[in-house]
């Protein structure tokens, strides 16, 4: 059994009251795992009939399910690599559950890093509106947008940017906003332990003012009338509902929202605590509601991430606006005949931007933001293609966001078939002869990348960083 620091025991015990021991039994069994079905690639029925598991349902989300400690190698299934789930501890996906994205809204995860309720909220999208998923650690940024690519977001922005800073350029912008605290990690301790090595007083004290002040930047973001959860994996009273009270004393203009979940335990009248004995390794979770009228916010457009201006019967960019791009020798027409090769009916938009010789196609819900140029964009949209000596290479990424109907050249490998595996190992694999040029190659009707078809053999692009070994 973990042995537990007399000083955590002490502050949780009056929280749990009747609980305590139950709570201390738990630290007796294994962590619980789970993995949630990315709806953007595939449902969860269909997923369900290609794990080697039996699927148990979570309480915290339809589409997720506990992972038996007997499966293993999750991270090398084909299945993984098309984005079709997310490996993820059960309770961290209440906090999206509570947020409850709709089409169109526009979404921001002020502390995204790695990932797990930013694709979450993706799903919940379906591909409308937009995400913003911020990461402040320029690291851990990168894997959030690794992770991003993976399931095939397209209406994403992905940011490296303080939450101060980020807040005050994207005023007004957001009607939804999660934060995801850094916090003192108490309910990785099963999952984690050097959680537990770090553990002390001071920590807990430094993390609650940090949270408040991620917190006071959040609403800097919100549009009036709209929510805001905030939740941390820690079992603190300090960094939960402490940060909450200091929070509402300072802005009375906001309120708990009790959205009724069957999971968990209320605190604060509408707040949700989560505790292994609950079925998940441990989360706290609030909704809190400006309480001004919902509006609309104002409509910009931007050139190349550079300074907006109001729109005013601007042209969409795509075929009717046809010359020289700003950045290199590529012409709109040429980025539009190269997209046309690759995809059908032009499934990301036609909101082309080109920034450093990178193709990029803008989320359309960006046109209602002010300038992102001094924001700490990482990737916004789509990344289609990259110039090279006056040519386009096209991208992973691009294909990974692709349906497989939307792409002209597919070949489509079943979970079973060994070219799968050779294919994510890097190899070349062989191919009908009549495909030629770039393909997507899709597992179990999913996009895994592409390759490059050239009599009867696929040329393999599949990035070397993400290769199997």
């Known amino acids: 059994m973990i042995q537990l620091l007399p000083d955590f025991l002490n502050e949780i015990k009056p929280v749990l009251k009747e609980n305590f021991q139950k709570f201390l039994d738990n630290y007796d069994s294994e962590p619980f795992r789970g993995l949630r079905a990315n709806t953007l690639k595939i449902s969860a029925q269909k997923l369900k009939t290609l794990l080697d598991f039996p699927w148990e349902q979570v309480p915290f989300a339809q589409e997720g399910t506990y992972i038996p400690a007997s499966a293993s190698s999750l991270g090398n299934s084909p299945l993984h690599h098309c984005g079709a789930y997310y490996v993820q501890e059960p309770s961290a996906m209440s906090a999206v559950t509570l947020l409850n994205p709709q089409e169109g809204d526009c979404v921001l995860d002020l502390c995204a890093a790695p990932g797990g309720k930013s694709t979450q909220i993706a799903a919940r999208l379906k ?27 397209r209406n994403a922005v992905v940011s490296s940017e303080s939450p101060e800073e980020l807040c005050k350029r994207l005023a007004g912008c957001f009607d939804k906003i999660l934060v995801d605290a850094p916090c003192s990690g108490e309910g990785m301790f099963r999952k984690e332990p050097q959680a537990l090595e770090h553990w002390s007083r001071e920590h807990v004290e430094a993390c609650a003012v940090r949270q408040l002040n991620i917190l006071e930047s959040a609403k800097l973001a919100l549009k009036p009338g709209g929510v805001i959860v905030y939740s941390t994996c820690t079992f603190s009273p300090e960094e939960n509902e402490g940060v909450i009270e200091k929070f509402l004393n300072n802005n009375p203009d906001f309120e708990i929202v009790d ?8 605190t604060m009248g509408g707040a949700v605590r989560i505790f292994p004995f609950h ?22 457009f931007y050139d190349s991430f550079g300074a907006s201006t109001e729109r005013k019967g601007s042209k969409k960019q795509g075929k009717n606006q046809r010359g020289k791009a700003q950045s290199n020798e590529i012409t709109s027409e040429e980025i539009l005949d190269f997209y046309d090769s690759l ?10 931007s080109q920034i450093n010789g990178k193709i990029i196609l803008l989320p359309e819900a960006l046109k209602k933001f002010p300038s992102i140029e001094k924001c700490g964009v990482l990737r916004a949209g789509v990344l289609l293609g990259e110039g090279k000596k006056g040519r386009i290479e096209p991208v992973h990424s691009a294909f990974m966001a692709a349906e497989k109907d939307e792409c002209v050249n597919t070949v489509d490998l079943s979970l079973g078939d060994e070219n799968i595996i050779k294919y994510l190992k890097g190899e070349e694999i062989e191919i009908s002869s009549s495909i030629k040029g770039y393909t997507a190659v899709c597992c179990e009707g999913m996009t895994a990348g592409f390759g490059k078809a050239v009599d009867g053999t696929l040329k393999n692009k599949y990035p070397k960083g993400l290769r199997l070994l």
């Open 127 to 153: 591909g409308s509106g937009l995400l913003w998923s911020n990461e402040i650690v320029r690291s851990r940024a990168s894997i959030l947008l690794s992770n991003i690519e993976r399931m095939g977001v």
């Open 259 to 266: 959205e009724n979940e069957s999971f968990g335990m209320k």
């Open 279 to 300: 079925g998940g390794e441990g989360h706290f979770a609030v909704k809190l509601r400006h309480k001004g009228m919902s509006i609309e916010s104002g409509s910009y």
């Open 343 to 352: 995809f059908a009916n032009r499934p990301f938009g036609e909101n082309i």
